[in-house]
């Protein structure tokens, strides 16, 4: 149980464009959601929560205008990063929670990104 | 604010040997830890958790982890490392309640024959 599917797995687009990355949570609901960025050989970086039905909450020094969060079901989120540039690229994760649980995040198998 | 530390960016262990992972957090009440691993181009995967009660954990693939309060530690250990557990490794901590979690920055193990 507590699967994460993640999609696309990796993508490859021109500077400029827009690139939409979903995640579903398959057999569980999930009120919150996290959005995770990872550079090469380091942690993984809290980009924002994301909670049903609501704006999602930023990390501070994200910008909201450029990574768009939606969160329109209890199964699906989505990361648009808008205007892509090569310095976009990066490892993008993201991880589900059990509804109202203190029960630890699932994650994803994450996008690899790279902007030509 | 909640933190982790993980000392050792790089571990080498020859298969069959026994494995310890250094893990110290900082945070202010009983914080909830876990830790996860992550195959090069994947994602993560819970190994396991530590909420309450025993403060000894037993987790997936052999490995168990210990909580000790009066050193900020959870180390995670593993009698017998196999060349399939070659992988990085992630500490993290969240708040009672939590909605954030903090990861460490990783140590990445490397087994040899």
């Known amino acids: 149980g507590a699967v994460v599917s993640q999609h696309p797995s990796w993508v490859i687009c021109k500077s400029g464009t827009s690139v939409k990355i979903e995640c579903r949570s398959l057999?569980?609901?999930?009120?919150?959601m996290f959005w995770y960025r990872q550079f090469p050989k380091q942690s993984l970086m809290l980009m924002a929560t994301s909670n049903e039905g609501s704006k999602a909450t930023y990390e501070q020094g994200v910008e909201k205008d450029k990574f768009l969060i939606n969160h329109a079901s209890l199964t699906l989120s989505t990361l648009t990063v808008t205007s892509a540039h090569p310095e976009d690229s990066s490892f993008y994760i993201c991880?589900?929670?059990?509804?109202?649980?203190?029960?630890?995040?699932?994650f994803g198998d994450g996008t690899r990104l790279s902007i030509l | 604010a909640q933190s982790v530390t993980q000392p050792d960016i790089h571990i080498t262990v020859s298969e069959g040997a026994s494995l310890e992972l250094r893990c110290n957090y900082s945070y202010g009440a009983t914080p909830y830890l876990f830790w996860y691993v992550q195959s090069p181009g994947q994602g993560l995967q819970l190994l396991l958790k530590?909420?309450?009660?025993?403060?000894l954990v037993q987790g997936i693939k052999g490995f168990e982890a210990e909580f000790k309060r009066s050193q900020s530690s959870f180390n995670l250990r593993k009698p017998s490392v196999h060349w399939s557990d070659a992988a990085e490794y992630f500490c993290a901590v969240g708040a009672r309640g939590y909605q954030k979690v903090t990861f460490g920055t990783g140590t990445k193990l490397q087994v040899i024959p």
């Open positions: 530590y909420f309450s009660g025993d403060t």
């Open positions: 057999d569980f609901q999930a009120t919150t």
């Open positions: 991880s589900a929670r059990l509804s109202n649980s203190n029960q630890p995040q699932h």
